[in-house]
């Protein structure tokens, strides 16, 4: 079945710098791959996702990438600012079914600091 | 739209119980997917459920089933509860057919189930 491996576990960065995370997925059928932002004691909130018949998609400071022959794709976040600390997770819709599930990576703690 | 709902936001049960939690799905939305989250597994799939059947299943044991109702609510039990079923349980859902929109997964606020 899928696997989803990301790293870091823990980023932290300065207020105004870029952060960036890496996942990478072991099933080449997977076709879509979402990221979840949590903040602590919320619910995760899909903040951009891309399928794989795209190599990048942007949302103001927000970009993913996908490579599908490396089998690896990422969230980059520019500008970071204090109200992007939070638990980021990526995931990759496993094959199975008409629609299949989603795999989570172990998810990462990004860290803004002012 | 409102948001996914679920009920109860928080449980203490004993080891040996049984439990229900319920999920509400987004309007419209067919598709419910149940999540486990614990500190050291992350985020593991349980099962979805699209239009009263079970289309997926995860990697858990049989003490976990659910079900989905004729309006795309549902519910999740866990029988005979043991201390390491304490986690977070968050449902999930989406429109659940083809189209441009239907991955899109939205998770509700979930329910705290501690076991003791």
């Known amino acids: 079945g899928e696997n989803v491996e990301q790293h870091p576990s823990t980023l932290s960065v300065q207020e105004g710098d870029s952060a960036v995370i890496k996942c990478t997925y072991s099933?080449?059928?997977?076709?879509?791959f979402p990221w979840y932002k949590q903040e602590l004691g919320k619910r995760p909130q899909l903040i951009i996702d891309i399928r794989s018949n795209v190599g990048e998609k942007k949302d103001q400071r927000i970009a993913v990438t996908l490579n599908k022959t490396a089998k690896h794709f990422s969230l980059h976040i520019t500008e970071t600012q204090p109200e992007d600390s939070a638990v980021y997770f990526c995931?990759?819709?496993?094959?199975?079914?008409?629609?299949?599930?989603?795999?989570f990576g172990k998810g990462t703690k990004l860290s803004v600091k002012p | 739209k409102a948001g996914v709902t679920q009920t109860p936001r928080y449980l203490i049960k004993t080891r040996g119980q049984q439990v229900t939690l319920s999920c509400s799905p987004i309007s419209g939305h067919r598709s419910v997917s149940w999540y486990q989250q614990t500190p050291g597994q992350g985020l593991q799939f349980l099962f979805e459920?699209?239009?009263?059947?079970?289309?997926n299943k995860g990697n858990f044991p049989g003490r976990f089933s659910g079900r989905q109702f004729s309006n795309s609510r549902s519910e999740m039990n866990v029988s005979t509860l043991e201390l390491g079923d304490s986690a977070l349980y968050l449902c999930a859902s989406s429109w659940g057919t083809s189209g441009e929109y239907s991955y899109e997964q939205y998770f509700g606020p979930g329910t705290r189930l501690t076991v003791t």
């Open positions: 995931a990759a819709k496993g094959y199975g079914g008409s629609q299949g599930n989603l795999i």
């Open positions: 099933d080449s059928a997977s076709n879509y």
């Open positions: 459920y699209f239009s009263e059947t079970q289309r």
